[in-house]
Nanobody, 120 residues
């Protein structure tokens, strides 16, 4: 089981990025997939997740209205579209599989992370 996160980079406030989480060794549709982030000096926190059962999505309050998580089963990839980015979104973003909602300790499989920097 492997997860490969990509798509991070440097973006100005108000800009957009799309993160990708490509899976191998398993089918993303069979697992809940979550996006988490860790800012410098802070604990890792949940951002968004998508259910394997019905495709329902959940967002942290900080992400609601700005981020969208979705899944492309043909590419076995989960995406996180991030719009209206703010400096406080700066963090390393990780995708994870096998957990429940945004309950971080429940996730078994983790990708290596992709860095997002929001700065002018």
């Amino acid at each position: 089981v492997q997860l490969q996160a990509s798509g991070g980079g440097l973006v100005q406030p108000g800009g957009s990025l799309r993160l990708s989480c490509a899976a191998s060794g398993f089918t993303v549709a069979d697992y809940d997939i979550g996006w988490f982030r860790q800012a410098p000096g802070k604990e890792r926190e949940g951002v968004s997740c998508i259910s394997s059962v019905d495709g329902s999505t959940h967002y942290a309050d900080s992400a609601k209205g700005r981020f969208t998580i979705y899944r492309d089963n043909t590419k076995n990839t989960v995406y996180l579209q991030m719009n209206s980015l703010k400096p406080e979104d700066t963090a390393v973003y990780h995708c994870a599989a096998g957990g429940v909602r945004l309950f971080l300790p429940s996730y078994s499989y983790w990708g290596q992370g992709t860095r997002v920097t929001v700065s002018s």
